[in-house]
């Protein structure tokens, strides 16, 4: 008998590739989000437009004990979005109000398994002040003390979903994402994250210009291309009895001016930064991925500078349309 999936946020970008990716396994896959996504039809069986903060709408497309059900929704974007303290209620009212009517429905309806997407946002800002050493094991989550409300939203609804596996045995799966990336993600209007943000610049300037950077660059993160997010995923769905919390994210760490430097190799132009002010969260982050590796076998195959050539060349085409 075909599978069945529901994907919470389908019209965005890691739900948008998800629906592609679980199409191809043989799923018939609902998805559901406020919008079709911006850049590509969804491969989607059925697709509705509805508002997950709206019991109604979240008991209409649970309607049946899907056997997977992925919970991407959330009010998010890059740094520009979270960090500068104008959306906190917003992120935080929307997005939990979002994974309490999930869970709710989800068990009453019957749900075999549960995706949900959590953030490496959850992590202590005071073991990411050192750029080089940051400590993002999961263990290391407790004492909470998340960089944003962003964050602080993520980690109690990740003890929501824990909640409701404890009290009425929801299959619960975990994973605190480490900034994904790739074609189809946004790239402009304020929500764009650093390796969209950077490829734009870049592919904007003229060679010998100028492009601007947020701090003084020497911030570190990670970056995991989607096609790997999508495999980890699939692998903590598939796993017997691990649910996690656990790590999604590359090891790669890197520098957001070296990030810069990456555009603009590929690109091949020579520029200047103009270091400015901005919103820039933690100084480092880094996946820890000791445990995914020793749970699950996985680990990040893709060098970042392989996700960074797509991602520039499928911006590069965005703007010329434009």
């Known amino acids: 008998m075909q599978k069945q999936a529901l994907v919470c946020g389908a019209g965005g970008f890691i739900g948008g590739h998800l629906v592609k990716w679980l199409k191809a396994e043989g799923f018939w896959v609902r998805g559901v989000d406020l919008k079709h996504n911006e850049f590509s039809k969804s491969a989607a069986d059925d697709f509705v437009i509805g508002d997950l903060r709206d019991q109604e709408v979240v008991q209409k497309v649970l309607d049946r004990p899907f056997d997977e059900v992925y919970q991407l929704a959330a009010d998010m974007g890059g740094a520009g979005y979270i960090f500068t303290g104008e959306h906190d209620a917003d992120v935080m009212h929307n997005s939990a109000t979002i994974n309490l009517n999930v869970a709710y429905y989800g068990q009453?309806?019957?749900?075999?398994?549960?995706?949900?997407?959590?953030?490496?946002?959850?992590?202590?800002?005071?073991?990411?002040?050192?750029?080089?050493?940051?400590?993002?094991?999961?263990d290391s989550a407790y004492p909470a003390a998340p960089d944003s409300e962003y964050g602080w939203e993520k980690l109690f609804s990740e003890r929501m979903y824990m909640s409701f596996h404890r009290n009425y045995g929801l299959d619960v799966r975990i994973a605190r994402f480490h900034n994904i990336f790739g074609p189809e993600g946004a790239w402009i209007g304020g929500r764009e994250k650093a390796p969209a943000a950077i490829c734009r610049k870049v592919a904007e300037a003229k060679d010998g210009g100028e492009i601007e950077i947020w701090g003084d660059g020497k911030q570190t993160r990670s970056f995991?291309?989607?096609?790997?997010?999508?495999?980890?995923?699939?692998?903590?769905?598939?796993?017997?009895?691990?649910?996690?919390?656990?790590?999604?994210?590359?090891?790669?760490?890197?520098?957001?001016?070296?990030?810069?430097?990456?555009?603009?190799?590929?690109?091949?132009?020579?520029?200047?930064?103009?270091?400015?002010?901005?919103?820039?969260?933690?100084?480092?982050?880094?996946?820890?991925?000791?445990?995914?590796?020793?749970?699950?076998?996985?680990?990040?195959?893709?060098?970042?500078?392989?996700?960074?050539?797509?991602?520039?060349?499928?911006?590069?085409?965005?703007?010329?349309?434009?």
């Open 224 to 322: 995991l291309y989607i096609d790997e997010c999508l495999d980890g995923i699939r692998r903590l769905m598939d796993a017997k009895s691990f649910r996690g919390p656990v790590n999604i994210g590359s090891d790669e760490m890197v520098t957001i001016n070296g990030l810069a430097e990456m555009a603009m190799e590929i690109a091949g132009k020579k520029l200047s930064i103009k270091h400015i002010e901005g919103p820039l969260g933690v100084r480092g982050r880094n996946s820890d991925n000791r445990l995914i590796n020793k749970e699950l076998g996985w680990a990040p195959s893709w060098p970042l500078r392989k996700g960074i050539e797509f991602t520039y060349h499928w911006i590069q085409e965005q703007l010329q349309k434009t």
């Open 108 to 138: 009453k309806a019957g749900i075999k398994k549960i995706f949900y997407s959590s953030s490496a946002c959850i992590y202590p800002e005071y073991n990411q002040i050192d750029p080089h050493d940051p400590k993002c094991s999961e």
